[in-house]
T-cell receptor, first 113, second 116 residues
Framework: DTAVSQTPKYLVTQMGNDKSIKCEQN?????MYWYKQDSKKFLKIMFS???????INETVPNRFSPKSPDKAHLNLHINSLELGDSAVYFC????????????FGQGTRLTVV | AQSVTQPDIHITVSEGASLELRCNYSYGATPYLFWYVQSPGQGLQLLLK??????LVQGIKGFEAEFKRSQSSFNLRKPSVHWSDAAEYFCAVVPYSGGGADGLTFGKGTHLIIQP
């Protein structure tokens, strides 16, 4: 049973479209994250949610909007997609009140054409 | 703000040889330290972690890492690499003691190539 699952795994779309990536974790964690991995493999945090509350919002265009309907889900919605949004997006989760590692999903490869 | 430096972008090692991947961090206190591995087209898998205690930590797949406070380093080692170890390796830190919702700060990764 997958701990952190993302859908879809691949997403190809045209510039200007709006798309969503879904993430679910079954670990009972209270914190979820979105990371972006660029073409040079660099990983950078985008958002952090703790108990459905936005904690971290790095310098990300406001075309990116995370939504957390409950502690187990954190979706990423992207409006007006641009070529530069092409990347791999990773969802992760962890537990905030104890020392523990983050668990990552398999990633969503977004290609904007 | 914390930062992580992995000075080697690419490393090539012969199968069966030993491996050391370097990681240096910059942070005012002792952070939590991690090594993750990413195989092609895959997500990130935790190899090992350091929170406190013994500075030599053992991980999965025969990897170990040593935390050296004086050098602000957390180098990853393996005595004998296998072809399946070819992957991207990331060192990461999180500043919080006791958890928190801060995300990981990653190094830029080291691409490991295994020569037959």
């Amino acid at each position: 049973d997958t701990a952190v699952s993302q859908t879809p795994k691949y997403l190809v779309t045209q510039m200007g479209n709006d798309k969503s990536i879904k993430c679910e974790q079954n670990l009972g964690h209270d914190t979820m994250y979105w990371y972006k991995q660029d073409s040079k493999k660099f990983l950078k945090i985008m958002f952090s949610y703790n108990n459905k509350e936005l904690i971290i919002n790095e310098t990300v265009p406001n075309r990116f909007s995370p939504k957390s309907p409950d502690k187990a889900h954190l979706n990423l919605h992207i409006n007006s997609l641009e070529l530069g949004d092409s990347a791999v997006y990773f969802c992760a989760s962890s537990q905030s009140d104890r020392a523990t590692e983050a668990f990552f999903g398999q990633g969503t490869r977004l290609t904007v054409v | 703000a914390q930062s992580v430096t992995q000075p080697d972008i690419h490393i090539t090692v012969s199968e069966g040889a030993s491996l050391e991947l370097r990681c240096n961090y910059s942070y005012g206190a002792t952070p939590y330290l991690f090594w993750y591995v990413q195989s092609p087209g895959q997500g990130l898998q935790l190899l090992l972690k350091y929170f406190s205690g013994d500075t030599l930590v053992q991980g999965i797949k025969g990897f170990e890492a040593e935390f050296k406070r004086s050098q602000s380093s957390f180098n990853l080692r393996k005595p004998s690499v296998h072809w399946s170890d070819a992957a991207e390796y990331f060192c990461a830190v999180v500043p919080y003691s006791g958890g928190g919702a801060d995300g990981l700060t990653f190094g830029k990764g080291t691409h490991l190539i295994i020569q037959p």
